[in-house]
């Protein structure tokens, strides 16, 4: 059957791919139809459409969105919600339908039981909702046999001639035999265009990562291709871009002369709670560290691109990743959890009690790695990543320390670094760590904070969630926030050699209590490596404006 398919796609490839009906006006609004006109300015901008000026060319082309593994819990909890809350406000093109397709026998009613508690519906939402589930429906087939595909392929030409987006919300042990199937049956015709977007993981590692790379680039061009790492579609990572070109104030000492170290980190507060045996296969450098956080070091550590064109952007992203030599087990530490005795509930269980963890497992809980940039701007810097479950707080930030400040004049140890943190998650903020006089007739330093805490500046904006804005890109057919082929073969070049010897070698993780900040070596590592951590200082959030 395998054999049969590659013949077909032989044929398929010979043929011209129909181009893309999408071109560039800058400064245009993205124009679905009559819903997002000017008219909607607010509403895009709240959604930062304008970011490439693209503007869509045929407002009566039907899109057909299929969501294949809708019976899932990625479909259930992110992607039927997000289709709908894109539709509520009026974000898609008019003419849309979505089909969700799997191996499971369920109705598309079933589907709405199972998304409805994720979708958020207001009272007065639920006509609109009503509208939403009725351009809806629900197709089971195999993954692997032509029959299902060629139903789905029926059930997408009823709609006409239509431009095709396929969600791939799919364990990625089957990624090959489907893309094989959509590629062989369900291709768009004629000028219409077939967007194909990829959760990760893409790979377990750098080889893994490039069958499936190669894979895919036999059927697809890279400008069909979307992988998606919802990361980059959260307001606090997009805002680095902005952060770091069009504030004057930071170019100067955006560079080894000014920061002493650049960490990036990302914490859970709760364990794996019964989701071991799937952790457990990939760990946690897998998981957050190779592909969120090298993300974020890249959009940190990048050079100004020529514009803010998909491709300048990734270009310059490409460039950090290959001046980053592979991680040395030297400059890690891993963790994993026990429990915590004085704790309560799930805090008492430690990762080897999880039932579904494999007996005896050192697969590390928590991460931290010291990355080197080895070119002009970041030589001698320190990028520090650092993640791990079953710590003390929910947080994602990058905090970027900068040098001691050079002839001191005030007491030993009074003068703290300045720091400028930007918080992805939760409460976004941005807010500079910085030392001002102690209030009063003293005249000592304490340390005290210039705070843009999103909450409190634009109580009364909507963040959307990462997914809205990626899903709405793959529509207007953006691909600044998606990562490119290019990208994934370095980020995997970067941690695949330290993954291998920890898989082979097994090294003992440090155990650290449930609710903790993680191993103490992991501060004399980052003690190391010129970052300072006092602990005299934290961070509170403002109440919101009245």
Same mark, same amino acid.
């Given at each position: ?51 490439? %000026? ?14 294949? %593994? ?77 029959? %299902? ?153 990048? +050079? ?75 030589? %001698? ?64 330093? +304490? ?100």
């Amino acid at each position: 059957m395998y054999r049969e398919y590659k013949q077909k796609l032989d044929e398929i490839g010979k043929k011209d791919t129909p181009p893309s009906r999408m071109s560039k006006h800058q400064g245009s609004l993205p124009v679905f139809g009559k819903q997002t006109r000017m008219a909607d300015r607010e509403k895009l901008d709240a959604l930062s459409l304008l970011r490439e %000026g693209l503007r869509y060319e045929g407002t009566g082309a039907s899109h057909v969105f299929v969501i294949l %593994g809708a019976s899932g819990d990625l479909a259930k909890k992110k992607i039927y919600p997000t289709l709908w809350w894109l539709y509520r406000d009026g974000l898609v093109p008019e003419k849309t339908y979505f089909i969700g397709y799997a191996r499971s026998k369920m109705s598309m009613e079933d589907i709405r039981q199972k998304a409805l508690p994720f979708m958020k519906v207001k009272d007065s939402e639920k006509q609109k909702m009503e509208e939403f589930f009725k351009v809806n429906e629900y197709i089971a087939g195999s993954y692997d046999k032509p029959d %299902g595909f060629a139903k789905l392929n029926k059930a997408i030409e009823e709609k006409g001639s239509c431009n095709r987006i396929f969600y791939l919300a799919l364990p990625p042990s089957v990624y090959e035999t489907v893309t094989l199937n959509l590629k062989a049956v369900c291709m768009s015709k004629g000028d219409k265009w077939t967007r194909i977007v990829v959760e990760k993981p893409f790979g377990k590692d750098l080889e893994s990562s490039n069958q499936l790379s190669n894979h895919l680039g036999a059927l697809f061009k890279e400008e069909e291709i979307y992988r998606i790492d919802h990361y980059l579609g959260k307001e606090m990572v997009q805002n680095l871009m902005v952060l770091r070109f069009a504030n004057k104030i930071f170019s100067p000492v955006w560079n080894r002369d000014g920061i002493a170290s650049v960490v990036i980190s990302f914490k859970e507060p709760f364990g794996t709670q019964g989701r071991g045996g799937y952790f457990d296969e990939f760990g946690i450098i897998r998981d957050v560290m190779q592909n969120h956080l090298l993300q974020i070091l890249t959009l940190v550590a990048m +050079e100004k691109p020529p514009s803010t064109g998909a491709e300048d952007i990734r270009n310059e992203k490409v460039k950090v990743l290959k001046s980053i030599s592979q991680v040395e087990l030297d400059n890690v530490v891993l963790g994993q959890y026990v429990g915590n005795p004085e704790g309560q509930g799930d805090e008492k269980q430690g990762y080897l009690d999880d039932p579904t963890v494999p007996k005896g497992s050192a697969t590390p809980t928590f991460v931290t790695a010291v990355l080197m940039v080895k070119n002009e701007r970041w030589e %001698g810097v320190p990028f520090i990543l650092r993640c791990g479950k079953a710590l003390n707080e929910r947080k994602a930030e990058v905090r970027i320390q900068f040098k001691d400040v050079a002839g001191d004049i005030f007491p030993a140890g009074e003068v703290k670094r300045n720091e400028l943190v930007i918080r992805v998650q939760p409460d976004e903020a941005v807010y500079l760590k910085m030392m001002t006089k102690s209030p009063g007739m003293t005249f000592g330093c +304490e340390e005290t904070e210039l705070d843009l805490s999103y909450k409190s500046r634009y109580k009364d904006s909507k963040l959307p969630d990462a997914y809205e804005r990626l899903i709405l890109d793959v529509f207007t057919g953006s691909q600044i926030h998606f990562v490119r082929s290019d990208e994934l073969y370095e980020a995997w070049r970067i941690f695949t050699p330290l993954l291998h010897k920890i898989e082979k070698e097994k090294p003992k993780p440090i155990p650290y209590k449930y609710g903790s900040r993680g191993p103490s070596e992991s501060d004399e590592l980052c003690s190391r490596f010129n970052f300072i951590y006092t602990g005299t200082y934290k961070w509170e959030k403002p109440a919101p404006k009245m």
